[in-house]
């Protein structure tokens, strides 16, 4: 998929004040700091859509950017970051389950992963939570430039193993990396696939 328009639409603290137009969209969460708002860039090709930093806490709303007018990319906040304090960490879980759960024009969920890192309990747990509620989701490993290319498919096997523990039937998974685009067209594939068939 080509993508020829990306447009930055709002950014708000609550769903139910985001666009109710019933145009499918597609989110991308998971830990601070995963790369979140950096996929988003590499995929719409436009460098500064999504805000990204080094610091993790960047993205505090739910931010929705209009892709060739048919179609929404979803920035989310990052849950799992501590340093935020307390009730701080608990605005941002029910702004990211009430999304999650009431939002009807959510087509998928991208849930993020850094490849380097071996299965984390909030994360599994955040998984759990997507299939007892039937999200629909996929699984999108990050920052695949910072391994070296022959432990790719490997330290990305080890982590679905481990995620057979927990489910019957693995998720779709795409392998990525915002900084060598690698996995860009698959992903756009996989949501211009998903739009046909609406
Ligand atoms: P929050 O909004 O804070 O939850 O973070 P985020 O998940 O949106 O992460 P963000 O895109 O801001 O990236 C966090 C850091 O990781 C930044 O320093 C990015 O440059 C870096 N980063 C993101 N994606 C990649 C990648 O594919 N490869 C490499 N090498 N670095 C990446
Ligand atoms: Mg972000």
């Known amino acids: 998929m080509n993508i020829t ?3 930055y639409v709002g950014s708000k603290p609550h769903h139910t004040q985001c666009p109710n137009d019933g145009r499918p969209e597609y989110a991308f969460i998971g830990r ?3 790369g979140k708002s950096s996929l988003i860039n590499a995929l719409t090709g ?3 859509l999504a805000l990204t930093s080094a610091t993790p806490g960047k993205t505090m709303c739910i931010n929705h ?3 060739n007018n048919k179609w929404y990319i979803v920035d989310l906040p990052g849950y799992g970051y501590a340093q935020r304090g307390k ?3 608990e605005k941002l879980k029910t702004m990211i389950s009430s999304y999650v759960l009431e939002r009807e024009q959510l ?3 991208f849930v993020l992963i850094d490849i380097r890192h071996d299965p984390q309990k909030v ?3 955040f998984l759990h939570f997507l299939g007892s509620h039937g999200v629909p989701f996929a699984i999108v490993f990050t920052k695949a430039d910072k391994l070296p290319p022959s432990k790719v498919k ?3 096997n080890k982590y679905l193993e481990a995620l057979k523990e927990d489910w019957e039937e693995l998720p779709t998974y795409f392998i990525t990396s915002a900084t060598n685009k690698l996995g860009r067209d698959e992903l756009l594939d996989y949501i211009e696939n998903i739009n046909k068939n609406l």
Request: proline fraction near 0%; glycine fraction near 0%; charge should be positive.
């Open 123 to 125: 994360d599994l747990a």
């Open 5 to 7: 328009s990306a447009t």
């Open 87 to 89: 009730s701080a960490m």
């Open 107 to 109: 087509t998928c969920l």
């Open 154 to 156: 490997t330290t990305a």
């Open 65 to 67: 950017f209009l892709i």
């Open 32 to 34: 601070s700091n995963v």
């Open 46 to 48: 436009r460098k500064n």
